[in-house]
């Protein structure tokens, strides 16, 4: 039994969630303090913790429902933008759908989305 199969049969809290992203994110700004970066240059970069569970999840539902064909034909250099804009729609909704409690997160990265 893989830890994939763990996750996929326990369920792990939004809490659990937005705790993990606040580890993370913490790295990733102590990461690059080491290195030398200004944080007022990289922080407003960064995502929120939702946006970082909103991440995390994403990345699971690919795995979970076998998406990463699609993804790969969504994010093909030939492939029109409206096909890469279209799969992170459904996934991106998908996520809100299965946890409400980010919805805020994922219309917001969504709007980001569209307008770039």
Same mark, same amino acid.
């Given at each position: 039994?893989?830890?994939?199969? @763990? ?6 809290? #939004?809490?659990?969630?937005?705790? *993990? +992203?606040? !580890?993370?994110?913490? $790295? ?20 929120? @913790? ?6 995390? #999840?994403?990345?699971?539902?690919? *795995? +979970?429902? !076998?998406?990463?064909? $699609? ?46």
């Amino acid at each position: 039994m893989t830890d994939m199969d @763990v996750e996929r049969r326990y369920p792990v809290s #939004l809490e659990v969630l937005r705790q *993990e +992203a606040r !580890d993370e994110l913490a $790295a990733v700004v102590e990461f690059r303090c080491r290195l030398g970066d200004d944080p007022w240059d990289f922080l407003p970069d960064l995502p929120t @913790v939702d946006e970082q569970v909103v991440l995390t #999840l994403r990345e699971e539902t690919i *795995e +979970a429902h !076998d998406l990463r064909e $699609a993804r790969s034909r969504a994010y093909h250099p030939s492939a029109p933008r409206q096909d890469r804009e279209r799969f992170e729609y459904q996934l991106l909704r998908r996520v809100a759908l299965d946890h409400p409690e980010l919805s805020l997160a994922v219309w917001g990265m969504l709007g980001r989305l569209n307008a770039a």
